[in-house]
Nanobody, 120 residues
Framework: VQLQAYGGGLVQAGGSLRLSCAAS????????VGWFRQAPGKEREFVAA????????YYADFVKGRFTISRDNSKNTVYLQMNSLKPEDTAVYYC??????????????WGQGTLVTVSS
């Protein structure tokens, strides 16, 4: 499955963005999907994940209450709604498909990343 992450951009602190992860090649409903991010000079870290059905969601503590992951299997797309953005949310955001987990090695397919920049 090929993944395309998009929707990043420049936003002021306190603003919102919605990232999308669109799949092609195979149906995304066969996979759990996770979002990860990598800030400049830092390791890539887990942000959120959603089960294949969308019933179960998981979040890193630093985004709980601000970010929401969802999916529309009819559109082969997973979303990450990001509200109350902070400058420390600035990073390249990646989506990945695989087994639901906060562990990167559990994901088999990765998108190319989309840059989110939050200005103060």
């Amino acid at each position: 499955v090929q993944l395309q992450a998009y929707g990043g951009g420049l936003v002021q602190a306190g603003g919102s963005l919605r990232l999308s992860c669109a799949a092609s090649g195979r149906t995304l409903r066969s996979y759990a999907v996770g979002w990860f991010r990598q800030a400049p000079g830092k390791e890539r870290e887990f942000v959120a994940a959603i089960s294949r059905s969308g019933v179960s969601t998981y979040y890193a503590d630093f985004v709980k209450g601000r970010f929401t992951i969802s999916r529309d299997n009819s559109k082969n797309t997973v979303y990450l709604q990001m509200n109350s953005l902070k400058p420390e949310d600035t990073a390249v955001y990646y989506c990945a498909a695989g087994a639901v987990s906060a562990v990167q090695s559990n994901y088999d397919y990765w998108g190319q990343g989309t840059l989110v920049t939050v200005s103060s």
